[in-house]
């Protein structure tokens, strides 16, 4: 999950996703001149400067898009330019949210396909509530169950690859095993001063053209990888598909192209 040009080359998935939710919510927030705007968990950068800069009002002041991953930051920094986007280091589920980004604060916050990466989702709302400005509007997706979180599980458990998948709680949806998703999401946002103006469940599937852009893009967002010897790589994300398959059976559709499903979660709030 730190390699931004395998992401930017295999995030159709997110792509279609982020481009639905967009066009569904953005005309639904309040928007004022001189808006400044924050995306976290932006990766590589290309969701933030080619997908979300271009639809937002073009009178706002600034987007500041941050990411846990060094390595994902400084692509952005290098890829993406222009006079009111900037690119900085931060993990959302900080215990000590720098007081300089509270104070002035966001009007916006949108976050992308990163949420379910945090353990501390309490901590990480009462964040981003910190950053936002009285009246300033959130706009999440995020991912809730998927059966790769389950594959995660059962090669943490194989002899062959357990040593590579330590930590797996941490990369598993805190949303996963829950059996109401959304009443948990609207406890921990209320909590964190947040009114939920919208929060919807989609079930979704995806269809990848190949093997091997299916391996690629799951690759791509694979939290355990960079544990995994370069010679294994291979090796190991066959076996992730392999099981993927045995979850989803129907995985393989009969034109023989290959296909995924998950649910997400999209939420529209406003701190009150
Ligand atoms: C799957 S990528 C999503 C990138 C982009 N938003 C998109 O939709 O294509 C998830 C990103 O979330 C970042 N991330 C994970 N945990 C985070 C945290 N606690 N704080 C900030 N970013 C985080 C990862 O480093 C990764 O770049």
Not at 9 to 23: R, T, W, Y
Request: proline letters at 5%; glycine letters at 4%; one cysteine or more.
């Amino acid at each position: 999950m730190n390699n931004p040009h395998l992401y930017n080359s295999a995030h159709g998935l997110q792509q279609k996703d982020v481009e639905q939710v967009l066009s569904d919510y953005l005309d639904k927030m309040n928007w004022k001149p001189g808006s400044r705007i924050m995306d976290i968990g932006c990766g590589p950068g290309y969701i933030t400067s080619k997908m979300l800069m271009p639809r937002l009002p073009q009178d706002f002041e600034t987007l500041l898009a941050v990411d846990l991953s060094h390595d994902m930051i400084q692509y952005a920094k290098n890829t993406y330019i222009h006079p009111k986007l900037n690119f900085m280091q931060l993990d959302i589920e900080t215990e000590n949210i720098n007081n300089d980004l509270c104070s002035p604060g966001f009007d916006k916050i949108f976050s992308f396909f990163c949420l379910h990466f945090v353990v501390d989702q309490r901590r990480a709302f009462n964040n981003i509530s910190r950053l936002l400005r009285p009246g300033g509007e959130v706009l999440v997706l995020l991912v809730t169950t998927c059966s790769l979180f389950d594959v995660y599980s059962l090669q943490s458990k194989k002899s062959k690859w357990s040593q590579y998948l330590k930590d797996v709680q941490k990369y598993t949806s805190p949303f996963h095993t829950l059996s109401d998703a959304k009443e948990e999401f609207k406890r921990i946002t209320k909590d964190a001063n947040l009114s939920l103006l919208k929060c919807e469940l989609k079930p979704n599937r995806h269809n990848y053209p190949s093997f091997a852009i299916l391996q690629d893009s799951l690759q791509a967002i694979n939290p355990f990888i960079s544990n995994v010897p370069d010679e294994l790589h291979d090796e190991f994300m066959k076996d992730v598909i392999s099981e993927a398959e045995k979850i989803e059976k129907e995985g393989k559709n009969n034109n023989g192209k290959y296909s995924f499903s998950y649910e997400i979660l999209v939420a529209h709030l406003r701190k009150s």
